[in-house]
């Protein structure tokens, strides 16, 4: 079953990433862009029975391993879920 | 206006990232996941009229900065479209 899952850090967690970006784009003539939060995006191949199941052994893997819940929050979108994106 | 980019490799490029990913939840005991492509995900903020101009200055930006489009693909959506996940 496809699952996908979206880290961001925390609001409060500073991006020097994003701000980098945003800096570059600026210097490249693209002010219009105010802000930019990066993340990661991973897609996982699971094998589960039902959608539930998928998602409960997807949130498990992100809690442990994908995310560091201290500094990141994480979605989880399983496909044949009504997902809100 | 709040827009998000996705930018995944190819499906035809290896992904050492994902691979070690499935090896190391292996390891820890979940031997369901089959499969992790990693990826990179943005939260752009931009200034913008409409979702169709919102739409293609991010499409620009993902091509000239966010991804590399040898070995890339990208996929945007903005709030306000009726977006295909």
Known sequence: MKTRVFVTLKPSV???QGKTIV???GSM???GVRDVRQGKYFELDVDAG???E???LVSEVADK???NP???SYRVEVDGEG???
């Open 70 to 72: 201290v500094i990141e």
């Open 14 to 16: 500073f991006d020097p």
């Open 29 to 31: 003539g693209y002010a």
């Open 65 to 67: 391993l994908l995310a």
């Open 23 to 25: 800096d570059a784009l």
């Open 50 to 52: 039902t959608a539930d």
């Open 83 to 85: 997902n809100d994106v």
């Open 54 to 56: 998928a998602r409960s």
